[in-house]
């Protein structure tokens, strides 16, 4: 049974738009989630992450937002670059374990 | 090494051979983490390896499968008999825990592609 769900495979926006990609898990003891990059033919590589006893941390154009009590996070990039498309998957953490989602995968147009 | 280094990157294996894949994690973490991506799928856990606790085989979808961590640092993950359904991107992970206190992210190589015939 998949934990952690990113209903959308695929988001495209605008240059210069805001990227909004959603993450929604169904375990109470998660408290700690990750955003995690991926280009193809690479590893996965760390974006932002944020504990539980926040709900938001920012860095840089990336943002995460946390609601606890509708178990659901998004990752906010503004401005969107062509850079930054990529798939990107959330993730969740009881304290050992990570479990991840499907995936997005985000096309920023130019 | 600076980070986590996996090979082959790719391996080409014909079906109901026995494939290695090894993963050497950045030295000083103690968790060692095994996934699979299939073709147009997220990432599925396999394996997880913390110091020298007994490891969680729990997402190990077979008994074809095993992994092993030697000496607390490389580890190799075995797939015996592979079958095409095996084939997949396969990702080892090592991070720092517990994660209370610092960062605790994963960091990944680059993977495995396993091609199975």
């Known amino acids: 049974d998949q934990q952690v769900k990113q209903n959308s495979p695929s988001l495209s926006v605008q240059e210069g738009r805001i990227s909004i990609l959603n993450c929604d898990y169904t375990?109470?003891?998660?408290?700690?989630f990750l955003w995690y990059k991926k280009y193809p033919a690479e590893g996965p590589t760390f974006l932002i992450s944020?504990?539980?006893?926040?709900d938001k941390n920012e860095d840089g154009r990336f943002t995460v937002f946390l609601n606890k009590s509708a178990k659901h996070l998004s990752l906010h990039i503004v401005p969107s670059q062509p850079g930054d498309s990529a798939v990107y998957f959330c993730a969740a953490s009881p304290g050992n374990q990570f479990y991840f989602g499907t995936g997005t995968s985000l096309t920023v147009i130019p | 090494g600076a980070g986590v280094s996996q090979s082959p990157s790719n391996k080409v294996t014909e079906k109901g051979k026995d494939v290695e894949l090894r993963c050497d994690p950045i030295?000083?973490?103690?968790?060692l983490y095994w996934y699979r991506q299939s073709l147009g799928q997220g990432l599925e856990f396999l394996i997880y390896?913390?110091?020298?606790?007994?490891?969680?085989k729990s997402g190990l979808p077979s008994d074809r499968f095993s992994a092993e961590r030697t000496g607390g640092s490389v580890s190799t993950l075995t797939i015996q008999r592979t079958q095409q359904e095996d084939s997949a991107v396969y990702l080892c992970?090592?991070?720092?825990?517990?994660?209370?206190?610092?960062?605790?992210?994963?960091?990944f190589g680059e993977g495995s592609r396993l091609t199975v015939l």
């Open positions: 992970a090592s991070s720092f825990l517990p994660h209370k206190g610092n960062t605790g992210e994963l960091f």
């Open positions: 944020i504990s539980s006893i926040k």
């Open positions: 390896f913390q110091g020298n606790s007994a490891p969680d």
């Open positions: 375990n109470s003891m998660f408290d700690y």
């Open positions: 030295s000083g973490h103690t968790a």
